[in-house]
């Protein structure tokens, strides 16, 4: 059975003689690097490279940059000295500049020819060229394998620097490697030329998605592309106009202050790199990214680096936050996976031991067994502290960063609380946010460390604010009627805060109250006039405002799909839409529930999003109708429940939404800024 690793767990090997094997979707260089019980290299030939692959015994690294490599590994060779080895990967010359440009790559420990015994995916990756993928080492005369996925941005002489080299030697090793592998692909390449004046590109360089195109070989005495300048690296002169350079790749940055190094240019020494940039996002040379957070001063030795916030990849500083959040997210589930798995495995060893000390015939006297009981729950309680102690560790890394990153966060991720909220100017932002705060999310093992819960925007599902009492024990110990005012409380500050944090008639929200119950929650919204219209009442309310907005999502599409998206008729807003649906089912018929169901489908493409609160109880005589809508839209809870989970290992998360403190004005006064500039805005 193969054991899926998570960053930072081990596996014990049950063998001595194992096999690598790595599976990437473009060329890496696979080296493999000797180490002390410190994590040192002894020196240069502690390396197994391209360019001395079997400079270890018992191993011989591969010798170019590939997709998927295999390679044996003798553990009993390893010298006395020797303690971990480790598995570097390394995005060579002529490709992607960064590990976050490409999906993840896999690295497995298997038996030689036979299936894998453990392996680990290494995702989260971003800015990183060189990445210690996994080590393994000895531990008391056994061999273990462990999870690193330690990436660094500045390449392969950063990762040795940190191995012990010095930074000169660090860097001749670094090119030495580079060079090894460059060397056998270019010798690939020209004994691939044939005879009809044409150049054969070997796999390892074309990469996997195929742009590097065989090269016409051009006659004698002409130029050979870019690379045939005039003397002195004189430009060639050129009849036509100034070629226009192309551009930039996502691969690299053009401006200083952001993360990672500027690429080479198509066709200089590699095949063209693929043009990664988000298709909504400006990458415009004429527009400068923000500049990056100061970098702090260097941790003293031993200590842990002082945390900055927006330390992140990102073109602006929202975005820079918005990954530095979601990167705080995945290091606590990982760190908690680790840590569970510690404990996991310590009470599996203890069953085991104990069993054993049962079965022994020695210990049936009476009390000759206690003291192999004793010391196998006193080596549990060992592993369960020493697991602890990592945990804290990180824990407390990780609220030192959120205690750094909380404040400041933009007023969409921000808390009600935050001060941000208070100083927001009058005029209203400028632009849309990337991403909007529904609440926190935190784990039992430190409830007080708490992850702001961002989604991106615009909202790709709906959501819905379940108030009905069977959800969670929270919502089964809570008054029925509070139960529901708090969760229309919540629909309200959501809207609210969509409402603040987007530029002035470029959000509409509409609200379904067939029965008036939510009249007390909506007040801030109705006196401030920031609503598209009165609440909706009855069940001709309901059928005119489903009606209005199916209508715009039918001829926004039809728009779209015609190609003239600006050709819309003038009574169609075109600003986003929020629907707020209150006590449903109550005012809908089933023409109604089709077209709430139309709109979930088929609205969060053109901009009209729903916000349900919403009872699946008392809609249950629609039976499995409804089964879809639900499905649809993202689950919320105005109590605390546990019924999220992170993409990355499944934990239970607990959910709290986060609503203005009581007795604040920040919400009144948040919606208040929001109609002044509604008002300023209009012509």
């Known amino acids: 059975m193969t054991a899926e690793l998570v960053r930072g767990q081990n596996h014990p090997l049950s063998r001595t003689r194992v096999e690598i094997r790595i599976a990437a979707d473009t060329p890496v260089l696979a080296l493999v690097a000797a180490c002390d019980d ?28 590939a997709a998927a490599h295999r390679f044996a590994v003798d553990l009993n060779a390893a010298a006395p000295s020797v303690h971990q080895l480790r598995v570097v990967l390394v995005l060579p010359p002529g490709g992607p500049a960064r590990f976050g440009s490409v999906a993840a790559p896999r690295v497995a420990v298997a038996e030689p020819g036979g299936a894998d015994l453990a392996c680990f995916a290494l995702a989260g990756l971003d800015a990183e060229g060189a990445v210690v993928a996994l080590e393994v080492y000895r531990r008391q005369g056994a ?14 002489p950063a990762l040795l620097a940190d191995a012990g080299l010095t930074a000169p030697a660090a860097a001749a090793l670094a090119s030495a490697a580079a060079g090894g592998a460059a060397g056998r692909v270019g010798g690939a390449a020209a004994a691939g030329r044939d005879g009809a004046g044409t150049t054969a590109v070997p796999a390892a360089a074309a990469g996997s998605h195929g742009l590097a195109a065989p090269q016409e070989t051009p006659p004698a005495g002409t130029a050979a592309g870019p690379a045939a300048a005039g003397p002195a690296g004189a430009a060639p002169e050129q009849d036509g106009p100034a070629a ?10 053009p401006y200083a202050g952001t993360p990672g190094p500027v690429p080479a240019p198509d066709g200089a020494g590699g095949p063209p790199t693929v043009d990664y940039t988000h298709p909504r996002r400006c990458r415009s040379t004429s527009e400068p990214p923000e500049p990056a957070p100061q970098a702090p001063a260097p941790a003293a030795p031993g200590e842990a680096p002082v945390p900055v916030a927006g330390d992140a990849a990102g073109w602006t500083m929202d975005e ?66 020493q697991a602890r102690s990592v945990l804290d560790r990180d824990l407390d890394q990780l609220a030192a960063e959120a205690a750094v990153v909380e404040p400041a966060l ?9 001060p941000v909220w208070h100083g927001a100017p009058a005029a209203g932002p400028d632009e849309a946010p990337m991403a ?72 509409s929200v509409h609200v379904i109250d067939a029965a008036g119950a939510g009249a007390a929650s909506l007040a801030p919204l109705v006196h401030a006039g920031v609503l598209a219209g009165p609440p909706a009442a009855g069940a001709a309310g309901v059928a005119e405002t489903l009606e209005r907005l199916t209508r715009r999502v039918d001829l926004v599409q039809m728009a779209v799909r015609a190609g003239a998206p600006e050709e819309l008729p003038p009574d169609v807003d075109t600003a986003e839409q929020l629907l707020i649906v209150h006590d449903f089912p109550h005012g809908f ?43 649809r839209l993202m689950r919320l809870t105005p109590v605390p429940d546990d019924h999220l989970a992170d993409p990355w290992v499944g934990h239970a998360w607990t959910f709290e939404p986060d609503l203005p403190p009581a007795g604040s004005l920040v919400l009144d006064q948040a919606v208040e800024r929001a109609a002044r500039a509604r008002r300023h805005a209009r012509p």
């Open 244 to 253: 226009v350079p192309g551009p930039v790749p996502a691969s690299g940055t």
């Open 320 to 385: 820079r936050l918005y990954n530095q959040v979601w990167g705080m997210f995945e290091d606590l589930a990982r760190a908690v996976a680790a840590y569970r798995s510690a404990c996991e495995f310590a009470d599996s060893r203890l069953d085991r031991e104990l069993d054993a000390a049962l079965s022994d015939p020695r210990h049936r006297v009476a009390g000759a067994g206690h003291p192999a009981r004793d010391a196998a729950r006193a080596r549990r309680d060992e592993l369960a502290a």
């Open 143 to 156: 061999w273990k394998v462990r999870a690193v996925g330690q990436g660094y941005a500045d390449g392969l």
């Open 589 to 631: 018929d089933d023409r109604a529930v089709t077209r709430l169901r139309y709109l979930a489908d088929e609205g969060p493409a053109v901009g009209v999003h729903l916000l349900m609160v919403a009872d699946r109880d008392e809609a249950a005589a629609y039976g499995p109708l409804l089964d879809p809508l639900w499905r």
């Open 410 to 418: 933009p007023a969409a991720y921000a808390r009600w609380a935050s």
């Open 436 to 507: 909007l705060r529904l609440g926190d999310l935190h784990l039992p093992e430190r409830p007080d460390l708490r992850i702001p819960m961002l989604v991106r925007l615009p909202l790709e599902r709906g959501l819905w604010i379940d108030n009905g009492r069977t959800g969670s024990e929270a919502a089964m110990a809570a008054d029925t009627d509070r139960l529901r005012r708090a969760a229309m409380d919540m629909a309200v500050a959501h809207a609210a805060r969509l409402l603040a944090v987007h530029p002035a008639g470029r959000y």
């Open 38 to 65: 410190t994590g040192r290299m002894a020196g240069p030939g502690a390396l197994a490279h391209p360019g001395a692959p079997a400079v270890l015994p018992g191993l011989a690294a591969p010798e170019e940059a």
